[in-house]
């Protein structure tokens, strides 16, 4: 069974970084995808990033686009989100979350895609 540990969450000032580490286990095939989703309080869950296991495209929201970057080592099962010029808006428990389909157009943002979900980690951001 495919199992996700994130981590790497904590609490930063307004401009600070953080890098969010997925790794995962369990896989019986490299036709995966791999995304990163956040749900701040009383908000709806965001898909902001995802890439592919095989072909390594990736997918940035726009709300991040610029500032976040993701990032795969496949000799260790891992996804990395890297998370620069943090600000408020960004604190929300984020996840990471296995898509086993492949996918034609390459990894999606829609979290109904994926099959398998992280415990989540949780970012706070303050100024």
């Known amino acids: 069974e495919v199992q996700l540990q994130a981590s790497g969450g904590g609490s930063v000032q307004v401009g600070g970084s953080l890098t969010l580490s997925c790794v995962g286990s369990g896989f019986t095939s490299d036709d995966y995808q791999i995304g990163w989703f956040r749900q701040a309080p009383g908000k709806e869950r965001e898909g902001i990033a995802c890439?592919?296991?095989?072909?390594?495209?990736?997918y940035l929201a726009q709300s991040v686009k610029g500032r976040f970057s993701i990032s795969s080592d496949n000799a260790k099962n891992t996804v990395y989100l890297q998370m620069n010029s943090l600000k408020a808006v960004d604190t929300a428990i984020y996840y990471c979350?296995?898509?086993?389909?492949?996918?034609?157009?390459?990894?999606?943002?829609?979290?109904?895609?994926?099959?398998?979900w992280g415990q989540g980690t949780q970012v706070t951001v303050s100024s």
């Open positions: 890439i592919g296991r095989s072909d390594g495209n990736t």
């Open positions: 979350a296995a898509d086993l389909v492949r996918r034609q157009y390459g990894c999606s943002p829609y979290g109904p895609l994926y099959d398998y």
